[in-house]
Antibody, heavy 121, light 107 residues
Framework: QVQLVETGGGLVRPGNSLKLSCVTS????????MHWLRQPPGKRLEWIAV??????????NYAESVKGRFTISRDDSKSSVYLQMNRLREEDTATYYC????????????WGQGTLVTVSA | DIVMTQSQKFMSTSVGDRVSVTCKAS??????VAWYQQKPGQSPKALIY???YRYSGVPDRFTGSGSGTDFTLTISNVQSEDLAEYFC?????????FGAGTKLELK
């Protein structure tokens, strides 16, 4: 069955960096766009990044709130997607989820358990 | 950005009732809308995609409808396990956006 497992969350000071990882299994990873989303405590879900597949040159797209600070990447050989987060702010505090894009559109059938990132001095 | 508005933050219901959760898009998104259920401490679970298609394994008491800007998730014969928060999402264009959620509570 499809599984996604996020790791790398934790407590970090404002201005610092953190890298999240998401290891997947149960599907042909290289065929799918992969996304990162987040959910601040008590708030709505926010989509933050997508990375396409090799045939689309691994193009990436970002939410304005993270553009220029966060970088999404993938390693098809490891069925993994990553989120490098730089210049972190307190408002980046959230549970971060990776998810697989659908065959017919960017809706999310599969979610990891999430990893909590807390940005605080 | 397309704003997805769920005007009801909370809805009260009883087991066995029928309840409708609404979502309005700020512009036409066709039928590119999904619905998710989330319980405290858990990841979201997909219920509906393409506005009206039930995801695999989702009970048939969950029904999605709508197109354009107005969408509805209807739960017939509400069960106790349906008490959760429900979010809509548009995937017609980037950035993908979600509604603020509607919490279903017992009367």
């Amino acid at each position: 069955q499809v599984q996604l497992v996020e790791t790398g969350g934790g407590l970090v000071r404002p201005g610092n960096s953190l890298k999240l990882s998401c290891v997947t299994s149960g599907f042909t990873f290289s065929n799918y766009r992969m996304h990162w989303l987040r959910q601040p405590p008590g708030k709505r879900l926010e989509w933050i990044a997508v990375i396409t597949v090799k045939s689309d040159n691994y193009g990436a797209n970002y939410a304005e709130s993270v553009k220029g600070r966060f970088t999404i990447s993938r390693d098809d050989s490891k069925s993994s997607v990553y989120l490098q987060m730089n210049r972190l702010r307190e408002e980046d505090t959230a549970t971060y989820y990776c998810s697989r894009g659908g065959v017919r559109g960017a809706w999310f059938a599969y979610w990891g358990q999430g990893t909590l990132v807390t940005v605080s001095a | 950005d397309i704003v997805m508005t769920q005007s009801q933050k909370f809805m009260s219901t009883s087991v066995g009732d029928r309840v409708s959760v609404t979502c309005k898009a700020s512009q036409n998104v066709g039928t590119n809308v999904a619905w998710y259920q989330q319980k405290p401490g858990q990841s979201p679970k997909a219920l509906i995609y393409s506005a009206s298609y039930r995801y695999s394994g989702v009970p048939d008491r969950f029904t999605g409808s709508g197109s354009g800007t107005d969408f509805t998730l209807t739960i017939s014969n509400v069960q106790s396990e349906d008490l959760a928060e429900y979010f809509c999402q548009q995937y017609n264009s980037y950035p993908l956006t979600f509604g603020a959620g509607t919490k279903l509570e017992l009367k």
